[in-house]
């Protein structure tokens, strides 16, 4: 062997254990490390196994069960209930143009003639105002503008805004009584002709008390008709609420005794009822609505009987509106479609004829477009028009 091979031979023999002892530490080193962060110390305590018994059973992935998670229905958000008639006030105005223009130009002729009188009267007449407020209205804006002077058309709105307001009477309680009451929930009874807009009605009410920040419960107590129930369900459960239904044909009362039952139970604000509106006989429903009302109130007092007419039916909507108030015990009125008749007249002569106030108004077929009726906000859609 020559002496350089000799000498490599010698520096690898004696290198070799060296790098092979190096990697062994930084090994060793690595994983010290790596079980110091990864593996808290834990001191076995007494009962503890040192390791998992061989008898323990170990799950399988097929074993576990995945949870199922409900999927989350989307409800509308009905619009808030604050100047909801402002809102809609525009939509008003429009329909009621040629009773505020007509009036407002009458009254500000210079002379104000016998025929011109006439044709006030007429106006407010075609506006279903009815004779007698028509007259008690005529006759107030004579002295007025006899002795106050007419003429100027500022003059002639401002008198006719007041005479107007007095007409429509500002002074009615107007609020609806559909809270908690001792412990119990507020019911609300709907009644009226059938196609007047009753369910759509009590599908709105329900969004106006939710946008209120009640909680609401609907009785399809209208068991003549599936559809009425269905159409009722439908309006719930866009906003995300029960409605306690019953057998096609059967018996109303026991429908809504079980709404509002089940409303108690759940502790809710308030149970709207919808009930049938088929206009067969006075005693039929004489009969039918004094029986509901007579089985709720073994659970709780109905705290608001609403009766909805239709405003384009004009006097006609009048004589059924007092077939049901004598039978139920109406405390307000609610008047739709007034976005589809120039007769807003029909405020004044229902609240004379039955002598409760308008308390909501239906302005359109959208589904927030019902309002708290407001005496002032009326009168000044109608002078906006003109
Ligand atoms: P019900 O038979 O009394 O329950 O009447 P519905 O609630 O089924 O309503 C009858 C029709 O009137 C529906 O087409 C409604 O959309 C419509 N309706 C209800 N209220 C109003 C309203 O304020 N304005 C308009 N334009 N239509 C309305």
Redesign the pocket.
């Known amino acids: 062997m020559d002496p350089v091979t000799l000498a490599i031979l010698v520096a690898v023999v004696i290198t070799l254990p060296l790098v092979a002892g190096l990697i062994a530490l930084v090994t060793v080193r690595r994983r010290r490390n790596r079980s110091s962060t990864l593996l808290q110390p834990a001191e076995p305590r007494v009962g503890d196994d040192a390791e998992v018994p061989r008898d323990t059973a170990t799950g399988t992935v097929e074993e576990v069960e995945l949870p199922t998670l409900p999927r989350q229905p989307t409800y509308e958000t009905p619009a808030p209930v604050l100047g909801r008639l402002t809102r809609l006030r525009a939509r008003l105005a429009r329909s009621q143009s040629s009773l505020g223009r007509g009036l407002l130009a009458l009254l500000s002729r210079e002379q104000l003639d016998d025929d011109a009188w006439e044709e006030v009267e007429d106006t407010l007449l075609a506006a279903d105002l009815g004779v007698a407020p028509t007259q008690e209205l005529v006759s107030r804006l004579r002295a007025r503008l006899r002795i106050e002077g007419g003429g100027s058309p500022e003059r002639a709105r401002t008198v006719l805004r007041e005479e107007l307001l007095a007409t429509v009477d500002p002074t009615m309680d107007r609020t609806l009584a559909v809270r908690r009451h001792e412990g119990k929930p507020g019911v609300v009874l709907v009644v009226?002709v059938?196609?007047?807009?009753?369910?759509?009605?009590v599908g709105r009410l329900a969004r106006m008390l939710l946008a209120d920040g009640g909680s609401v419960l609907l009785g399809a107590a209208d068991t003549f008709r599936a559809a009425?129930a269905d159409?009722l369900q439908t309006w719930g459960e866009r906003v995300g609420v029960d409605t306690v239904r019953g057998p096609e044909g059967g018996d109303p009362a026991s429908v809504a005794f079980e709404a509002v039952r089940e409303g108690a139970e759940r502790e809710v604000d308030t149970v709207l009822v919808d009930t049938a509106?088929r206009l067969h006989t006075k005693t039929g429903l004489m009969d039918e609505l004094g029986k509901v009302k007579r089985v709720i109130e073994k659970q709780a007092p109905v705290t608001e009987v609403l009766l909805?007419i239709d405003a384009t039916t004009g006097q006609n909507g009048l004589v059924q509106a007092r077939v049901f108030a004598e039978v139920v015990h109406v405390t307000g009125i609610v008047l739709?479609?007034?976005?589809?008749t120039a007769k807003g007249g029909i405020v004044v002569a229902v609240q004379r004829e039955l002598g409760v106030p308008v308390k909501l108004v239906?302005?359109?077929?959208g589904a927030d477009?019902l309002a708290a009726f407001d005496a002032e906000d009326f009168v000044d859609a109608l002078l906006d028009a003109a």
């Open positions: 009226g059938n196609g007047t807009g009753k369910t759509t009605t009425a159409q509106g909805v739709t479609k007034l976005d589809g239906g302005l359109g077929e477009d």
